[in-house]
C-alpha cells in the first residue's frame, strides 16, 4: 500500500526557489531514479509547433532564480528558443512523491560558465558535442560512431572505441564548440505538486515579473503565490 507522508509547508514559504533546490537535492541525495537532475523541458518553435524532450538541469540557483541545462545551440531546441526565449520545465519524482513546474525566460549562460563545465565533462563527451550535429539526419548509427572516430583524430585524441575506459585523461585539448553551450531558464512561475491520499494533492503556484536589464539579466520583483486545488 502506497504511504502519504508530506505536504507542503504551511504556511508557504514567500519565496519557492529555495523549496525547489531542496528538492532536487534531495533527490539526489536518495538517488530516487539513474538522473534525478532530468526535467522535461518544453519550447515554441517559428513554426508555431510545441516541442518537448527530457534535458539535464545542471544547477538550480535560488538567488536570483534560475535553472541550468546545456546543449547545442543549433539543435531543435536552440533554435526553438532563438526565436522564442520562453520555456517551460518539469521534474517528476515518484518515489518521493512530488512534483516541479517552472515557466520563464530563457537566455544563454555566460562564455566563462559554459566553457567550465565544457572542460569538466569527459574527454569522450567533449568529442562527441564538436561531432554531432544535433538533431540533423545522419545516415545510420555506424556513420555516426565513424563521424565520432574522425572528430577524436582530427583532435589529436585516442580512438574513442578502443581506448581503455579508465579514468585516466588523455593529453589534448578539445575548445568547446562555439555552437555548445549553456542556458539560464530565469524563472517567473513555479507549481509543486506533492502527491495526496485519495487523489486529494497539494498543490501551489507562485508568479513573479522580471524586468530585463542592459546587460541581458533580470531583476525579479517579488513572488505571489496562492495554494491551489488538486
Request: hydrophobic content about 35%; aromatic content about 10%.
Amino acid at each position: 500500500m502506497r504511504t502519504f507522508v508530506q505536504n507542503l509547508p504551511d504556511p508557504l514559504p514567500l519565496d519557492p526557489m529555495p523549496l525547489a533546490s531542496t528538492w532536487l537535492r534531495q533527490a539526489w541525495d536518495e538517488q530516487v531514479q539513474p538522473n534525478p537532475n532530468a526535467m522535461v523541458l518544453a519550447t515554441l518553435g517559428e513554426d508555431d509547433r510545441l516541442s518537448a524532450r527530457v534535458v539535464l538541469c545542471k544547477d538550480i540557483v535560488p538567488d536570483p532564480g534560475y535553472l541550468v541545462f546545456y546543449t547545442n545551440y543549433d539543435s531543435r531546441k536552440g533554435r526553438d528558443l532563438a526565436s522564442w526565449p520562453r520555456a517551460a520545465a518539469v521534474f517528476h519524482w515518484d518515489t518521493l512523491q512530488r512534483q516541479l513546474r517552472f515557466e520563464g525566460e530563457v537566455v544563454r549562460s555566460p562564455v566563462s560558465e559554459s566553457d567550465d563545465y565544457f572542460a569538466s565533462r569527459p574527454w569522450r563527451s567533449r568529442v562527441a558535442a564538436c561531432a554531432s550535429r544535433q538533431s540533423e539526419p545522419v545516415a545510420s548509427r555506424q556513420a555516426l560512431v565513424a563521424r565520432w572516430q574522425e572528430e577524436a583524430a582530427r583532435l589529436g585524441a585516442p580512438d574513442p572505441i578502443t581506448a581503455p575506459d579508465d579514468d585516466e585523461e588523455p593529453d589534448f585539448h578539445v575548445a568547446r564548440p562555439a555552437n555548445w553551450g549553456g542556458y539560464r531558464l530565469w524563472v517567473d512561475a513555479v507549481e509543486t505538486w506533492v502527491e495526496g491520499e485519495h487523489r486529494l494533492h497539494d498543490r501551489a503556484r507562485w508568479e513573479r515579473k522580471l524586468d530585463v536589464q542592459p546587460d541581458g539579466t533580470f531583476r525579479p520583483g517579488p513572488w505571489h503565490h496562492a495554494r491551489l486545488q488538486p
